[in-house]
């Protein structure tokens, strides 16, 4: 699937670092993604994963280091301008949210990408009606695809932990990303529902969407990861396809002691 003369990084990350207090959460970090790719990111609990993936969705800034987003320096762009610009990650659904209905939640998170002004004139009103029929044409043909049509009406807390993550995202889709990041897509969640995200995420990618993932479940990242960075304490140990991070004696031992 990787031709590396062929690969354009969508995202470049350099040289990240981050403390928190006296704590080094990430050190000099440096990774890459590939347009159409499933990255992944793994390594022990406390490695800096989630740390790496927030600095990259702008939820804070680095202490140095730069971040590139399609041939764009967004390392000090405010997190809602990222993902505009095309780079979207996940967020639990919360309790308020949960009040709203799956296809509500769809509609909420579309709000970003259409006209919405308090100053809108009555003019501007029948463009704004079209814009939101478009919305909620983007969000039943969305949750057709994930499989979660028949749960449009459903309260979003009725869901089980799978559909959640499915639902969320299929919320990040509503954005029209190019790259959609997922902090432990799979925690949580039943066998079936592992399947089909892992499918739905696959038929992404072949439609040329990216992905960077940090997860715990090897199988799933053994199944779609193009490329998989290991972290430990905050800095990167190595990268690679997964067989070839699997070989590697550090990843086994930065396993064994981090999960023991
Ligand atoms: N907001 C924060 N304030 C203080 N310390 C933090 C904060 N976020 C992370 N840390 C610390 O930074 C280090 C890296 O944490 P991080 O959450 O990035 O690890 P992780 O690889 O995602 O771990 P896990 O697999 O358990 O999710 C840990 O020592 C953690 O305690
Ligand atoms: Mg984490």
Not at 164 to 186: F, G, H, I, S, Y
Not at 188 to 207: K, N, Q, W
Request: hydrophobic fraction near 45%; charged fraction near 25%; aromatic fraction near 4%.
């Amino acid at each position: 699937m990787q031709n590396p003369h062929e690969e354009r990084a969508l995202l470049e990350v350099r040289g990240l670092s981050k403390r928190f207090g006296g704590v080094a959460a990430l050190s000099d970090c440096s990774l890459s993604i590939a347009a159409g790719s499933v990255t992944a990111i793994i390594g022990p609990n406390g490695a800096g994963k989630s740390t790496l993936m927030n600095l990259i969705g702008g939820l804070f800034p680095p202490d140095s280091g730069s971040i590139v987003f399609d041939g764009r320096d967004i390392t000090h762009e405010a997190a809602h301008r990222r993902a505009r610009g095309g780079m979207v990650r996940t967020f639990q659904i919360s309790r308020e949210l949960g009040q709203l209905t799956v296809f509500e939640n769809l509609m909420l998170a579309g709000q970003d990408a259409r006209v919405e002004n308090a100053l809108v004139s009555t003019f501007l009103r029948g463009r704004v009606a079209r814009s939101e029929r478009r919305v909620a044409e983007r969000a039943r043909r969305l949750l057709e695809r994930v499989g979660l049509f028949r749960l449009a009406d459903e309260p979003a807390s009725a869901l089980s932990g799978g559909q959640k993550k499915l639902l969320e995202l299929t919320r990040a889709l509503m954005l029209k990303p190019k790259l959609v990041l997922l902090d432990e897509p799979a925690a949580g969640v039943s066998p079936p529902m592992v399947r089909e995200l892992c499918d739905t995420i696959a038929a992404l990618r072949a439609e040329g969407l990216s992905f960077g993932i940090v997860e715990h479940d090897m199988d799933l990242v053994a199944e779609l990861a193009d490329r998989v960075y290991v972290l430990a304490e905050g800095t990167r140990l190595t990268a690679g396809s997964y067989a070839e991070v699997t070989r590697d004696r550090r990843v086994v031992e930065a396993y064994l002691g981090g999960v023991a």
